[in-house]
């Protein structure tokens, strides 16, 4: 009976029809004008959904690579940096620092637990020598979105780097206001594209540092991407992914259009819908209470019920794509991601496919229980956005008179 395959994990998030369409656009010359205007668009475009005025470098490669690229451009051999350790991709990075050689020192945050600003700035205090603090935006492994504005206020003294891979888009970020260095994210997720693209918004703090790192680097060199961004034809230093960068175009058009704060408040409110759909199920959140927690909603699994067998059922019997935990937690967690294109009529979907793949391992659930939340906030914002049931328009008899 099941016909239709349906994404509801991080990432890579479902495109909408007109980045799909972008796709079917014949490949250009990218060191053309008219590509380059197009570029320019897309840069453009980033700076808002980084709030930033400052350069965003874009990369052909996974978020990862960007990734790799601010640890290659902004340090050097023995150097020492604070890394906070809130999950999977924290973790991600405790490991590249290390594998550059930097002396790493580890924040450690309980997964499921938003970082604390104070016990980041006491590890800053005690430490001298620390020169930069990174952190994860949106822990895509728990469904934590750290408080980036409390994160800059407690790392002034250090250069911030934030790795915002899936809340680039769907969370507030404000990089100047907010005295982050450098912003890291990627397409696939909140903003809707493809993978391939990913991009770091750097600081003229960063473009300092940089200047005066000695990491070996080619294909990632800041200054190498920089000037080709101020070549007479804006472009990159190497073929860049042309066909996601049309789809990038065509994503960031519509989230333009929507308008960044209406976008946030969407996220957020589908992170409300998530959490109490799953507590409608009778599961323990992993992903706290917080209005900013909007991009991938995390649960434990039942006793006796592995994440992985569930999440096949689920697949199975409608088609509805869930992932599972990372790391330890792997086979103990299930994970709805409703970040980018998503509405809470696909949280209803992947609620109810949860429920299905419940039902046919045999564990006992009560039909709509994961559903019924969900459908009573989307009446009480229609309720809220109708107004008072008292009109002031006259009535008939009002009328008549």
């Known amino acids: 009976m099941i016909y239709k395959d349906r994404l509801a994990i991080p990432g890579p998030t479902p495109l909408p029809p007109a980045v799909i369409a972008a796709a079917t656009h014949p490949m250009v010359d990218e060191r053309t004008e008219d590509f380059a205007r197009i570029f320019t668009r897309i840069i453009d475009g980033l700076r808002q959904v980084l709030g930033t005025a400052g350069d965003v470098l874009i990369f052909s490669s996974s978020t990862t690579g960007a990734f790799e690229s601010a640890v290659q451009n902004l340090f050097s051999p023995g150097e020492k940096v604070l890394v906070v350790d809130s999950g999977a991709f924290g973790r991600r990075w405790v490991d ?7 002396e790493t020192v580890v924040l450690d945050v309980p997964w499921g637990c938003e970082p604390d600003p104070a016990a980041v700035e006491a590890c800053l205090a005690a430490d001298s020598n620390i020169v930069a603090a990174i952190v994860v935006h949106c822990e895509t492994s728990t469904g934590v979105v750290t408080d980036l504005e409390a994160f800059g206020r407690a790392t002034r003294s250090v250069l911030t780097i934030v790795d915002s891979a899936s809340g680039a888009g769907g969370c507030d970020i404000q990089a100047d206001a907010w005295g982050l260095d450098v912003v890291v994210g990627g397409t696939q997720k909140a903003l ?6 990913s991009f770091a918004s750097v600081s003229e703090r960063a473009w300092r540092r940089h200047a005066k790192a000695r990491h070996l680097r080619y294909y990632f060199d800041w200054t190498i991407t920089r000037d080709s961004l101020n070549h007479s034809i804006p472009r990159t230093p190497w073929t860049p992914a042309v066909g996601v960068l049309l789809q990038l175009s065509a994503a960031l058009d519509q989230v333009l259009a929507e308008g960044m704060e209406r976008r946030h408040r969407r996220h957020s409110e589908l992170g409300r819908m998530a959490r109490a759909g799953l507590r409608g199920l009778g599961l323990r959140l992993l992903t706290p209470e917080a209005a900013r927690n ?20 689920v697949v199975e019997h409608t088609g509805v794509q869930l992932t599972t935990g990372n790391g330890e937690l792997a ?8 970040c980018g294109h998503a509405d809470p009529l696909d949280l209803v979907t992947a609620l109810a496919a949860l429920e299905t793949g419940f039902a046919a391992l045999g564990a006992p659930v009560l039909p709509g229980s994961g559903v019924t939340p969900v459908v009573k906030l989307m009446a009480e914002q229609v309720d809220a956005a109708a107004g008072p049931l008292t009109s002031t328009s006259p009535t008939p008899e009002e009328s008549a008179a």
């Open 294 to 313: 909007g991009i991938v909603t995390a649960a434990f699994t039942p006793p006796g019920i592995g994440a992985q067998l569930l999440v096949d059922a």
């Open 96 to 102: 590249m620092c290390r594998a550059y050689g930097l």
């Open 192 to 197: 809707m594209a493809p993978p391939g693209v």
């Open 331 to 338: 086979d103990q967690v299930v994970r709805i991601g409703h």
